[in-house]
């Protein structure tokens, strides 16, 4: 990261509860509108799902305060690196942009920091 210098800076803080009453209500409609295949796999194949996805859910908020704009849903994508921490994939235009994420979640709130550093 020599030379990179901060782009912007995100957190966001989601209730659990709040993520699991949408997927009970629209179900795939929403899975599929703001998460990529990748992460409903991950998420969905976990036990406690609704905290997973609401870290994710997270993830994509802090991203976009970072941005300082908000993109579809889909450009952020939260993936596990090979060591199971989280790893940003941004699908922007602008691709000198890179992420970095920190996730934790419990059974009631899910929160996620989101640095992005750049040229």
């Given amino acids: 990261m020599s030379g990179n210098k ?3 800076l995100g957190v966001d803080l989601v209730e659990v509860e709040r993520i699991g009453s949408l997927v009970a209500k629209w179900g ?4 599929e ?3 990529t295949e990748k992460e409903r796999r991950y998420c969905l194949g976990r036990s406690r799902s609704a905290e997973h996805l609401a870290g ?3 993830a994509k ?3 976009f ?3 300082g704009r908000k993109v579809s849903w889909k450009a952020v994508e939260t993936v596990s690196s090979s060591g199971g921490a989280p790893r940003l994939l941004l699908h922007l235009e602008r691709a000198s942009l890179e992420g970095h994420v920190s996730i934790s979640h419990t059974k009631k709130l899910a929160v996620a920091y989101v640095l992005l550093v750049g040229d």
């Avoid at 795939?28 to 899975?31: G, H, P």
């Fill in 56 to 58: 994710r859910f997270a």
């Fill in 33 to 35: 509108r703001v998460y």
């Fill in 28 to 31: 795939e409609r929403f899975l």
């Fill in 61 to 63: 908020e802090a991203a």
């Fill in 65 to 67: 305060k970072a941005l």
């Fill in 6 to 8: 901060i782009y912007g």
